[in-house]
């Protein structure tokens, strides 16, 4: 067909770029977002200026005919040598304990800290959400809820732990949806929270999605295996876990433009800003590493696991 023959003169005159590894991601758009979400127009241009440099430097190699020089310049840029890089540099190993290990949640909270971004003051309405990572017979996992039948606002839907910010209690966003949780899920240990951060989310698709800015915090709640967690009976019908691997199968998701995505792989179905928010920290947080996880038949096959 003619687009058969536009493709191939473009890939024969070079200007269809293939196998390129990006800076973060092969894909352009998603690499471009990543950088323009992540990093300051300094940090940009300081990169931009070391580029120019080493090409710079490559050309005057190829002038002076010094192609051992030249190879040695460019060989750390071939593709095997970018993945083996950003695999060493990425590696984040949750095979022996899980969340429960400093150094793995001092790498996320650096991820999730890094240009925080705040909610404007444009929206009236505020609300807070936990995103409560745990552990489950040593296998990372996510805690949720399925909201009470009786409840008026969004009945027997999958939620996280939160809930309106209250400008007389809370003295901040992570008090709100500290709060929220204790009042919704009994049984969480308070010494084994810790808190990682604010998830940054783009506020005009959340508040888009719920008519309310909601600032999703990050937590570690800790190993809850040998917990008996007591859902409040008047907001929450029930609590369950998902094992992390799920979230990264891309088969277990539905996505459809202009949509919150759909997450299909756990026992109840996960959609609207709670499926957006854990793919958002799917995307932006766990995306950045190369992941080793647990086994997930171990954490279906543990009797005690919720």
């Known amino acids: 067909t003619i687009l058969d023959d536009i493709n191939e003169q473009e890939r024969q005159s070079g200007r269809m770029r293939q196998n390129h590894q990006g800076v973060f991601r092969a894909d352009p758009a998603e690499d471009m977002r990543l950088m323009v979400e992540n990093y300051t127009v300094p940090a940009l241009a300081s990169a931009l200026r070391d580029r120019e440099d ?5 050309a005057a190699l190829l002038a002076t005919g010094q192609m051992k020089e030249l190879e040695d310049v460019l060989r750390p840029y071939e593709a095997k040598f970018v993945q083996m890089r950003r695999r060493r ?3 984040l190993d949750m095979r022996p304990r899980g969340f429960d290990d ?3 949640l001092e790498r996320l909270r650096r991820r999730l800290n890094r240009m925080p971004r705040r909610v404007s003051a444009a929206f ?5 959400v936990v995103l409560p990572l745990c552990n489950v017979g040593g296998v990372p996992a996510i805690l949720f809820e399925k909201r009470a039948r009786n409840l008026r606002a969004h009945p027997d839907e999958v939620c996280l732990p939160g809930g309106m910010v209250s400008a007389g209690d ?8 500290l709060r929220e949780m204790e009042e919704e ?3 969480i240990e308070d010494d084994s929270i810790t808190v990682l951060g604010v998830l940054r989310c783009n ?7 719920t008519g309310v800015a909601v600032t999703p915090v990050v937590c570690y709640i800790g190993e809850i295996s040998h917990l008996d967690l007591k859902p409040s009976a008047d907001e929450v019908a029930e609590v369950f876990t998902v094992p992390l691997s799920s979230f990264l199968d891309r088969e277990r998701w539905v996505k459809r433009e202009d949509f919150a995505p759909i997450f299909v792989g756990g026992p109840h179905v996960i959609w609207g800003l709670t499926g957006y928010i854990v793919d958002r920290f799917v995307k932006d947080v766990l995306a950045s590493y190369a992941l080793e996880l647990p086994d997930e038949k171990y954490y279906e096959s543990d009797d005690d696991a919720l």
């Open 89 to 91: 540099e990425n590696l």
């Open 54 to 58: 080493t090409l710079q430097e490559c």
């Open 203 to 209: 506020w005009g698709e959340v508040h888009h999605l």
């Open 102 to 104: 400093g150094t793995i």
């Open 124 to 128: 009236e309405r505020r609300a807070a």
């Open 170 to 177: 809370d003295k901040s966003i992570v008090g709100t949806c």
């Open 185 to 187: 899920i009994g049984g």
